[in-house]
């Protein structure tokens, strides 16, 4: 059987990865655990497909020279996973998310006993969808979004291996469609290379691989971060029809509709004035939960309309951020004894002076 491409092409060592210069850097905190040899914490590591969590996670159990045992989480069982502590392995757990509490529950004492190095990694927030206690004794390190600069390194090693060329009209292109995964660049030029008899891929190449001219959040120059943003600034301007086009942008980019649903809880409880939009977009967001695509974005177009017109108040985010400020500016400052600020317990005349 042939091996994917993706596969073929995958990173064996640090100095071969790309991208996560703040994790594989010289500087970078895998670097730094690595050059230590004896000592690696649990991890997860949390980004968007493509970007090389499971590439990494390889990389470390050969750097560390340590048992490695691969799993997903979606067709996993934490019996899989007490079967094979030995030797202090690394065990990698893709979609950690996916396992419920209770299977995480099972997880902890392994960890905390240092049965295992733990290493998950999980699409969505680590503090919404990780436990606690399993989360305290782990590091998240965050992955992020392969740049274009970084995509463009990925292509031109495959195609060397392919041993094609691609004009500039098509790696734009290309580089557009992929949205900073890397997998997708790789699968694409892969099947493309497969359809053409030609050494040199066009635009037409592409978009035949893909099946589908893909919307992607960095068309026109905006990359993901400026099309979210701007969904939150129409909310906050009341502007229901750019809100919905963004979101729309969103959708058709297919973009996980949970991380849209968590933006929305985020703005509800710091631009909105009424309570009832933190219930809305709380709803909006475990409706996601249940239905998912395609149904879902329903949801998320009623939740859109209902925050965009809803009345706006920052007054309580502002306050907080400002007492936050003064929590690092003055530290623990002590705290007047009066009636209000004692445990009610405590309040007698044995312990209160008044």
């Known amino acids: 059987m042939t091996q994917p491409l993706a596969e073929i092409l995958r990173p064996s060592k640090l100095t071969e990865f790309v991208g996560q210069e703040h994790l594989v850097g010289k ?24 970007v090389g969590k499971t590439t990494l996670a390889r990389i470390i159990a050969k750097e560390l020279k340590k048992p490695f045992f691969e799993f997903s989480a979606v067709n996993t069982k934490t019996k899989d996973i007490e079967n094979i502590i030995v030797n202090n392995p690394i065990v990698f757990l893709d979609e950690i998310h996916r396992f419920n509490k209770a299977q995480q529950d099972k997880l902890l004492p ?51 291996h392919l041993r094609l060329k691609v004009n500039k009209e098509a790696l734009n292109f290309l580089i557009e469609s992929s949205n900073g995964d890397a997998r997708i660049l790789i699968n694409t030029l892969e099947i493309a290379a497969n359809l053409t008899a030609s050494h040199i891929l066009h ?5 035949v691989a893909l099946q589908r001219r893909y ?6 120059g905006d990359n ?8 939150i600034k129409s909310m906050r301007a009341s502007n229901v029809d750019a809100s919905l086009y963004y979101l729309a942008r969103m959708v058709a980019s297919g973009q996980d509709p949970l991380y849209i649903a968590r933006r929305m809880v985020v703005f509800a409880s710091e631009d909105v004035a009424s309570p009832t939009a933190l219930v809305v977009a709380n709803s909006v967001f475990q409706a996601c939960q249940f239905v998912g ?12 309309v209902f925050l965009a017109t809803a009345k706006k108040n920052r007054s309580a985010y502002e ?18 004894l009066n009636k209000n600020t004692i445990p009610e317990k405590l309040r007698s005349k044995k312990y209160f002076r008044s």
């Not at 919307?215 to 026109?220: E, G, P, V, Y």
């Open 224 to 231: 993901f971060f400026d099309t979210i943003s701007a969904f």
């Open 215 to 220: 919307l992607s959040f960095d068309k026109n």
């Open 27 to 50: 500087a970078g905190i895998i670097s730094k655990l690595l050059l230590a040899k004896d000592y690696m914490p649990s991890l997860i590591l949390w980004g968007p497909s493509g």
């Open 203 to 207: 635009t037409t190449d592409i978009e």
């Open 319 to 336: 306050a907080y951020m400002k007492a936050l400020e003064d929590v690092k500016n003055f530290g623990n400052l002590p705290i007047p």
């Open 110 to 160: 392994h960890v905390e006993k240092g049965n295992i190095i733990l290493i998950g990694a999980t699409t969505e927030t680590p503090s919404f969808e990780v436990i606690s206690p399993l989360l305290s004794r782990c590091r998240v390190l965050v992955l992020n979004q392969l740049t274009q600069e970084e995509l463009v390194e990925v292509a031109q090693k495959a195609l060397k």
């Open 293 to 304: 695509y395609p149904e879902c974005q329903e949801n998320l177009a009623a939740g859109t």
